[in-house]
Structure formats: structure tokens, C-alpha cells
């Protein structure tokens, strides 16, 4: 039997945001620009041009491509920022104000911690936290990767190949 395909990281945070709106994407290739979703454009327009840079003592790499066999992930860092001693650090850019509601913040912090478990799988170092980098107030919202944030990327990584596979 042929390998599933991966699952793209986006994925994970459009379930974690509505299942509907997952299926309707990722299954029916149903997607409509709104001003919304033009504005996050906009705000990736920098981050998903590759490069990588040298700035106080950290190495920066954007639009780094990374993918976990083990959970089926792909996708793109917007940004990930490498320590001295190779420690990765994500740091996903989102349009809006880092004052989200819980309930929407953490829909972004699921498509942070796959990012993290993809670049401790690809690099063989933890990541014990990244970052959410909110354009409109131009601040980061440091998220640790708990225990139990790895487990919310299985269980919805999970949710998210039942539903493709049921849609196939």
C-alpha cells in the first residue's frame, strides 16, 4: 500500500480553526480571497521569499521547507531563527493583532508546534518554544511547545488524514 500524502502544515491550524473550513480548502479546493486573507498575503510577501541572513549572533533562514515522516507533515517556517548552537526557533508571522481570543490563538499555536516538531525531527535538537509574529502590532507571542501542544499536533494531524482519506 502507497504511503498517505502529507499533510500540509496549514492544514493542521485550518482544522484546529473548523473542521468545515479544512474540508472545503483542502478537500473541495474551495478558497475565495477576502480582505482577510489578502492582508495575511501581504504580510507573508517578505517571509516567503527564501534567504537566509546573519544578524546578532543568530542565523535566519525564511521560507524553510520542513516535514515530519513520523506525524506525515509538510509544509513552509516563515521564519526560523538557528542559535549559535543550531537550536531552531520558529517564528510564524500572522496578520492582526497578537490580543486574539484564546480559542483563535490557539489555532495558531497548533500550526506553530508542527512547525517545531517538523525542525526537531529534521534537525534532531528540541524546540522547547517559538514564536507567533502579529503584523498589525508588530509583537510576538512566545509559545512554549508543551507536552501537551505535541499531542494536539497528533491528534489533529490524525483528524486531518481521517478526513482526507474519507473525502478520497
Not at 474551495?30 to 501581504?42: K, M, V, W, Y
Not at 526537531?120 to 502590532?137: C, D, K, N
Request: proline letters at 7%.
Amino acid at each position: 500500500m502507497d504511503e498517505p500524502d502529507p499533510i500540509p502544515l496549514s492544514a493542521l491550524q485550518h482544522w484546529a480553526y473548523c473542521p468545515r473550513q479544512c474540508g472545503l480548502i483542502h478537500l473541495e479546493q474551495a478558497f475565495d480571497d477576502n480582505l482577510h486573507t489578502q492582508r495575511g498575503q501581504a504580510v507573508h510577501a517578505q517571509v516567503d521569499k527564501p534567504g537566509v541572513e546573519e544578524r546578532q549572533g543568530l542565523r535566519i533562514e525564511r521560507a524553510l521547507p520542513v516535514w515530519n515522516d513520523e506525524l506525515g507533515l509538510i509544509g513552509k517556517a516563515d521564519v526560523v531563527e538557528f542559535e549559535p548552537d543550531g537550536t531552531p526557533y520558529p517564528v510564524e508571522y500572522k496578520h492582526g493583532s497578537r490580543n486574539k481570543a484564546a480559542d483563535i490563538a490557539a489555532c495558531d499555536d497548533v500550526q506553530l508546534a508542527a512547525q517545531a516538531l517538523c525542525l526537531g525531527s529534521m534537525t534532531g535538537r528540541a524546540v522547547p518554544e517559538g514564536a507567533l509574529f502579529y503584523a498589525s502590532s508588530k509583537r510576538r507571542r512566545v509559545v512554549a511547545i508543551t507536552p501537551e501542544l505535541r499531542a494536539l499536533v497528533g491528534h489533529t494531524a490524525l483528524a486531518v488524514r481521517e478526513m482526507l482519506l474519507a473525502g478520497t
